[in-house]
């Protein structure tokens, strides 16, 4: 909305030509045309609330990848996943043949089995001992002697468990689940070919790269200028690509770190990506909300750079002057007075013309309510 309040009409001077006046009789003067005065828009200066952002750009990551191997060593007998799918986790990615780690549990079992009919036996023939014993049948020592085979049965009792368990261990092993919800990136090895396990060979030994898509990473830089102000869980808009509507997020790590030729810094944003349209190694864009402050905003068209300086145009009691000010952009339209100006004071919108009119006279001055 528009105020428009009159400072001071201009003085319109008519006049009438000498020749007209010099008619004969029926000769009328013409009046000569009206000119406008020059309107010029001021605002007043005043602090307002201003949510300030840092922007930033990156490129997406997956949030997790792994590159899945085999636990146990054996013949790929089936792989189950192609580049695309996605598993969710838990789901089977590939197996390994089982006939020589089944063989292994068998045995294991059955020398589990022979190991507690041993100690059962132990048990019976030191009962037996110890009421002998009682009837000074038997000796301490002889005594001793059963108690101690008794606790040697124990043990191998306890290692044909442990060795049963291991074993069947290995056999679980041998089928490969997804460890978590992603997308097959990576197949590099066909059903047919041994396999040694991962902790042997490491990143040889892998059989399909997954990698997290439902939520993945934007990897951002920020000036070194901002990195104090930004800080854990602030809110920030993320745009992929040449998206126009933006992802909510967070940020969810900052690396103090900063790379001294980019004079940056990193930081992180979790995205979702239910869709997967966002893929890794897109360019992302994003706006990070700081906490909000009261600053002089004004727009840019307020603003005039001669030599160098920042100037507005100050509106006093007999017309318009020059005011150097300091100022820091904020966005492709408005810039923060940083020094320069105080609340109420008022500055021509269009300065140009206010400092070219210099006095009041012959001026229109229109107040406009921001």
Do not use: W
Request: aromatic share 4%.
């Amino acid at each position: 909305m528009r105020l428009s309040i009159l400072i001071l009409l201009a003085v319109v001077i008519t006049g009438c030509d000498a020749s007209s006046q010099s008619s004969g009789p029926g000769t009328t003067a013409e009046p000569a045309p009206e000119s406008s005065p020059p309107i010029i828009e001021v605002i007043t200066v005043n602090k307002t609330l201003h949510q300030e952002t840092i922007s930033a750009t990156g490129t997406v990551a997956a949030k997790q990848t792994s590159q899945i191997g085999p636990m146990v060593e054996g013949i790929i007998k089936a792989i189950y996943v192609r580049v695309g799918d996605r598993p969710r986790k838990g789901d089977p990615l590939f197996q390994v043949r089982t006939v020589e780690y089944q063989q292994a549990v068998d045995q294991a079992r059955a020398a589990h089995s022979v190991a507690t009919a041993d100690l059962e036996l132990k048990v019976k023939r030191l009962n037996r001992a110890r009421q002998l014993v009682a009837d000074n049948l038997l000796s301490d020592e002889d005594l001793d002697l059963t108690i101690a085979a008794m606790k040697i049965a124990q043990a191998q009792l306890q290692g044909a468990r442990s060795a049963l368990d291991a074993a069947q261990q290995r056999l679980k092993d041998t089928l490969v689940l997804a460890p978590f919800n992603g997308t097959i990136t990576g197949r590099f090895v066909d059903e047919g070919v041994y396999m040694s396990n991962r902790f042997s060979m490491g990143d040889q030994s892998s059989v399909v790269e997954l990698s997290e898509a439902e939520i993945v990473a934007g990897i951002m830089r920020a000036p070194e200028a901002v990195l104090h102000k930004l800080k854990l869980g602030q809110r920030a808009l993320v745009y992929p690509g040449d998206r126009v509507e933006p992802i909510e997020s967070e940020v969810l790590i900052i690396n103090d770190r900063v790379d001294y030729q980019t004079r940056t810094a990193e930081f992180r944003l979790p995205i979702r990506n239910e869709d997967y349209a966002i893929k890794p190694g897109q360019f992302i864009r994003a706006e990070v909300m700081i906490e909000p402050a009261e600053v002089v905003k004004l727009p840019k068209t307020a603003i005039l750079e001669i030599n160098g300086t920042s100037q507005v145009a100050l509106l006093g009691p007999s017309g318009f002057t020059p005011q150097a000010v300091s100022i820091r952009r904020l966005n492709d339209k408005e810039v923060e007075v940083t020094h320069g100006l105080t609340p109420n004071q008022q500055i021509a919108v269009n300065p140009k013309s206010a400092l070219e009119a210099g006095s009041l006279t012959n001026l229109v001055v229109s107040h406009v309510d921001r």
